[in-house]
């Protein structure tokens, strides 16, 4: 993985809006696709993204419903007396005015329907859990490969804790043995993105996410280790891949509300950092957790780690100034080292933002890293 030895380097988080509507279901997709990735690429080139990818088009833009062909040993209903992760949390209850004017509009994401589900499925584990998603994961690579090189770009995935959301156990005998057959079977993508030369980016929004739906009825400590065995479930799987392939994004979700019940970085970020991986992408950018840089000034990243906080946010509209982050990206220079520094986003812009805002966003970004770096004597 590239450091910051000549400059601040920029990438994101993975999901952009699409350049144009890709219509999924009308003869010739494919070969649209192809070249919907190649322009993708060529504007995050010419914006000056360092580390790019496509955009998640060969997802579809989602980062939970690509998964849901690639496994067997689910079916697809919803277990007696279950309500989707989405509807529930203490924000949801404290806010409940905002929520349901928000779903009557369809105003938590920009675009709801089309890059992210407003409503997802939920299904059941019947049966041994296995990966069948050789085809897609290979079409995913191919794309990709035609038009960047491996070790200037990621391709995402999701780590199973994300996934375990909108799936139950019937099968398995133990929670921690259906956490880890998820686990077993995500090990087979991993593996093959790694195995293609890209960086691996694992996705885990839902993991501190679950704190303001399961988490604070458990207690921290009981939610700490709730999420620990999630980590060494996911270490499980990233077992035979070299560290320095792996980046691990960590938020805390990317509707647009409140979030005032997300746990802080403080109480997690020791678990964050057992995760086998080089570079920690987080959000740093928005209202809610721009202040927590300062976990920095008393916890050690430990040796050869890499920090990619986000600098710019999905979260608001208002492009930032360009002066903003080079502050943001220079707090965190001054606290880990700037070539242990990447700015990053908060999260993906695809369905989140209006197009051109995301794009504002991202020159905005590279805009500050350059001032970033002259400031710290690149």
């Given at each position: 993985m590239r450091r910051s030895t000549d400059k601040i380097l920029t990438t994101h988080i993975g999901s952009l809006p699409e350049l144009a509507p890709l219509e999924r279901s009308e003869p010739g997709y494919d070969e649209r696709l192809r070249k919907a990735v190649a322009a993708v690429i060529e504007k995050q080139r010419t914006i000056g993204i360092d580390i790019v990818n496509e955009g998640e088009y060969t997802k579809g833009g989602d980062w939970l419903s690509y998964v849901e062909e690639r496994f067997g040993g689910f079916e697809a209903r919803p277990p007696a007396g279950a309500k989707a992760p989405m509807a529930m949390g203490k924000d949801r209850e404290e806010f409940a005015e905002f929520y349901k004017y928000a779903a009557e509009r369809g105003t938590l994401f920009f675009a709801p329907g089309q890059q992210i589900r407003a409503v997802r499925p939920m299904y059941v584990a019947t049966a041994p859990i296995t990966y069948r998603g050789q085809a897609d994961l290979q079409r995913e690579i191919d794309i990709l490969a035609a038009s960047v090189a491996p070790e200037d770009s990621f391709l995402t995935t999701t780590a199973p804790a994300s996934l375990e959301p909108y799936r139950q156990n019937?099968?398995?005998k133990s929670e921690e043995e259906f956490i880890y057959?998820?686990?077993e079977a995500m090990k087979t993508e991993y593996e093959t993105i790694a195995k293609a030369g890209f960086l691996l980016?694992?996705?885990d929004a839902w993991l501190p996410a679950m704190w303001d739906r399961i988490g604070m009825q458990m207690g921290l400590d009981a939610f700490r280790k709730w999420c620990t065995m999630r980590i060494e479930a996911l270490n499980h799987a990233l077992v035979n891949i070299p560290e320095e392939q792996i980046r691990y994004h960590l938020?805390?979700?990317?509707?647009?509300?409140?979030?005032?019940?997300?746990?802080?970085m403080s109480k997690i970020v020791d678990i964050m950092l057992k995760v086998k991986a080089q570079a920690y992408l987080f959000e740093a950018a928005n209202a809610r957790h721009e202040h927590e840089y300062d976990v920095w000034e008393t916890v050690k990243l430990p040796e050869g780690k890499i920090l990619v906080p986000g600098c710019v946010s999905h979260s608001t509209d208002i492009v930032e100034h360009p002066e903003l982050v080079s502050q943001r990206i220079q707090r965190?220079?001054?606290?880990?080292?700037k070539e242990n520094v990447m700015a990053g986003t908060d999260c993906g812009f695809g369905g989140r933002s209006h197009p051109q805002i995301a794009w504002a966003k991202l020159k905005a970004l590279v805009e500050g890293a350059e001032r970033a770096s002259r400031a710290l004597g690149f």
């Amino acid at each position: 993985m590239r450091r910051s030895t000549d400059k601040i380097l920029t990438t994101h988080i993975g999901s952009l809006p699409e350049l144009a509507p890709l219509e999924r279901s009308e003869p010739g997709y494919d070969e649209r696709l192809r070249k919907a990735v190649a322009a993708v690429i060529e504007k995050q080139r010419t914006i000056g993204i360092d580390i790019v990818n496509e955009g998640e088009y060969t997802k579809g833009g989602d980062w939970l419903s690509y998964v849901e062909e690639r496994f067997g040993g689910f079916e697809a209903r919803p277990p007696a007396g279950a309500k989707a992760p989405m509807a529930m949390g203490k924000d949801r209850e404290e806010f409940a005015e905002f929520y349901k004017y928000a779903a009557e509009r369809g105003t938590l994401f920009f675009a709801p329907g089309q890059q992210i589900r407003a409503v997802r499925p939920m299904y059941v584990a019947t049966a041994p859990i296995t990966y069948r998603g050789q085809a897609d994961l290979q079409r995913e690579i191919d794309i990709l490969a035609a038009s960047v090189a491996p070790e200037d770009s990621f391709l995402t995935t999701t780590a199973p804790a994300s996934l375990e959301p909108y799936r139950q156990n019937e099968f398995y005998k133990s929670e921690e043995e259906f956490i880890y057959a998820i686990a077993e079977a995500m090990k087979t993508e991993y593996e093959t993105i790694a195995k293609a030369g890209f960086l691996l980016q694992v996705d885990d929004a839902w993991l501190p996410a679950m704190w303001d739906r399961i988490g604070m009825q458990m207690g921290l400590d009981a939610f700490r280790k709730w999420c620990t065995m999630r980590i060494e479930a996911l270490n499980h799987a990233l077992v035979n891949i070299p560290e320095e392939q792996i980046r691990y994004h960590l938020c805390w979700g990317s509707w647009h509300g409140p979030h005032a019940f997300d746990i802080e970085m403080s109480k997690i970020v020791d678990i964050m950092l057992k995760v086998k991986a080089q570079a920690y992408l987080f959000e740093a950018a928005n209202a809610r957790h721009e202040h927590e840089y300062d976990v920095w000034e008393t916890v050690k990243l430990p040796e050869g780690k890499i920090l990619v906080p986000g600098c710019v946010s999905h979260s608001t509209d208002i492009v930032e100034h360009p002066e903003l982050v080079s502050q943001r990206i220079q707090r965190f220079a001054k606290l880990v080292g700037k070539e242990n520094v990447m700015a990053g986003t908060d999260c993906g812009f695809g369905g989140r933002s209006h197009p051109q805002i995301a794009w504002a966003k991202l020159k905005a970004l590279v805009e500050g890293a350059e001032r970033a770096s002259r400031a710290l004597g690149f």
